[in-house]
Nanobody, 125 residues
């Protein structure tokens, strides 16, 4: 079992930055590929970024590539999402996810079996 708790969301103006954190419980954190997803009102949950076990490989949705950076600290059981040059379209609830089902990072919602409660990010124009 893994419990995930996100933090760092808030209200920011367009062009600003936020850093999301996701703290994981349990001793097997380094064994889980991790991902960030987001869900805007009336829309399906969508992939944002994912990272492999060691943190050496990362993948991003085209909509955030070059602006967002995912990273992890296995000693601290934490994964981060640095978000720069934020746009109003980035407004959503952001979710952290962990997978015990796969060994490689994945953009698919269904590949993740552990989810945090989400943190709201609102970008004003």
């Amino acid at each position: 079992q893994v419990q995930l708790v996100e933090s760092g969301g808030g209200l920011v103006q367009a062009g600003g930055s936020l850093r999301l954190s996701c703290a994981a419980s349990g001793r097997k954190f380094s064994r889980y590929p991790m991902g960030w997803f987001r869900q805007a009102p009336g829309k399906e949950r969508e992939f944002v970024a994912t990272i492999n076990l060691s943190g050496s490989s990362t993948y991003y949705a085209d909509s955030v590539k070059g602006r967002f950076t995912i990273s992890r600290d296995n000693a601290e059981n934490t994964v981060y999402l640095q978000m720069n040059s934020l746009k109003p379209d980035d407004t959503a609830v952001y979710y952290c996810a962990a997978s015990s089902l796969i060994v490689a990072p994945s953009p698919r919602v269904g590949d993740y079996d552990y989810w945090g409660q989400g943190t709201q990010v609102t970008v004003s124009s």
